[in-house]
């Protein structure tokens, strides 16, 4: 049992700092997991801030020396604000940091379009980048860690540093279905590689739910069943750059965010740029879809524009024909009119 169960916090609650004396009022509950539960709470200067509270006093001291040390490497993570153990609730300990915005991958994948979820990977590789210039990696990467929020240039933010492990040592917190090593592909070691295979394994998994008897398939079968999925993706460059990830054939995040930049997701893009407003009222195909339409993540084709301009044009040129041919009926007519008379 830990802390969310024990000492759950409701709406309205204060918890007053014993060291600091500060003073938050909780407002919601934002998740929990296997260390903790994550609060929104308003500081006395009225400002939103996310509170992680745990029973371990230990766990709380080594999220937020992990944070700290994080802070100077990107945005990735939450801002780190403050440490304490509450003086209103026996053995409650917690830190305080900024309230990121935006809503778990998971809870969002399914309304993305190819474009959006082209983005969010993007995002996910700039973060992973400045994270591992610090000779860290993530571990835990996992759609409910990514909160995504596309309004914002910096669409992607992770939560919970608790796996973050430096580079070279044994990996201590992940989920078995972004773990190379749970697909054998390769060995549980925190490193950039072990990052950009999780990721593709997300992403694998996200694309197609994993069959609920998984867990007691031996390794071959598992990662048989996962290379299937992937080559099985419409889009052939989507599915040769996630197998190569999950391979561990791209190093890098630079090399992630490369191999992104040229996947060739014309569908949607082509779509959204090229439907001016004019065009709305003309009749579309049925397989044609709207600037507007929601697609699942790389999606089916549409009909290309320049597709339609080719018909259009072929319309014109059979028209052409057609009276060509019906002057040539009636002049050949006329001459043998003439010719009869
Ligand atoms: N700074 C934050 N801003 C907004 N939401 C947050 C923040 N930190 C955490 N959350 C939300 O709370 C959830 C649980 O937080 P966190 O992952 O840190 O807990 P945990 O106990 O370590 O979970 P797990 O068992 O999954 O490792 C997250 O998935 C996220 O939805």
Redesign the pocket.
């Known amino acids: 049992m830990?802390a969310?169960q024990r000492t759950p916090l409701r709406p309205g609650d204060r918890v007053v700092g014993k060291w600091s004396r500060q003073e938050w009022t909780v407002q919601a509950q934002?998740?929990?997991?296997?260390?903790?539960?994550?609060y929104?709470v308003r500081g006395t200067d009225g400002a939103l801030y996310?509170m992680?509270v745990?029973d371990d006093v230990g766990a709380v001291a080594f999220?937020w020396g992990l944070l700290e040390q994080l802070s100077s490497t990107g945005f990735a993570f939450?801002k780190p604000h403050c440490i304490d153990d509450s003086a209103t609730h026996p053995a409650l300990y917690f830190y305080v940091?900024?309230?990121?915005?935006?809503r778990?991958l998971d809870e969002i994948w399914k309304t993305l379009s190819s474009h959006d979820v082209k983005r969010v990977l993007l995002g996910v590789g700039y973060g992973l980048r400045a994270l591992h210039k610090s000779q860290h990696a993530f571990c835990?990467v996992?759609p409910?860690?990514l909160?995504v929020d596309l309004r914002k240039n910096q669409c992607v933010?992770f939560?919970?540093?608790?796996?973050v492990t430096p580079f070279g040592r044994s990996v201590r917190?992940f989920?078995p279905t972004s773990d190379a090593a749970y697909w054998g592909f390769g060995e549980r070691r925190a490193s950039a590689r072990y990052d950009i295979e999780a990721v593709a394994l997300m992403v694998a998994t996200l694309f197609e739910s994993v069959p609920q008897s998984l867990p007691q398939w031996p390794v071959e079968r598992r990662q048989a069943w996962i290379l299937r999925s992937i080559r099985g993706r419409h889009d052939k460059s989507v599915g040769a750059m996630l197998e190569d990830a999950v391979r561990g054939r791209i190093h890098t995040a630079d090399e992630f965010v490369r191999r992104l930049y040229t996947l060739n997701l014309r569908s949607t893009s082509v779509v959204k740029q090229s439907a001016p407003k004019a065009r709305t009222r003309a009749p579309r195909s049925a397989t044609a879809p709207t600037a507007g339409q929601r697609r699942g993540p790389f999606g089916n084709k549409p009909v290309h524009s320049s597709a339609k301009a080719r018909r259009r044009s072929a319309d014109w040129t059979e028209r052409l024909m057609w009276w060509a041919l019906t002057c040539a009926v009636i002049s050949t007519a006329g001459a043998w009119a003439e010719y009869l008379r």
Do not use: H, I, Y
Not at 97 to 102: A, D, L, N
Not at 159 to 163: A, I, K, L, M, N
């Open positions: 830990n969310a934002l998740g929990a997991g296997a260390n903790g539960a994550v929104s996310a992680k745990c999220e939450p940091m900024e309230q990121v915005e935006g778990p835990d996992k409910q860690n909160l933010r939560v919970d540093v608790g796996g917190q989920t």
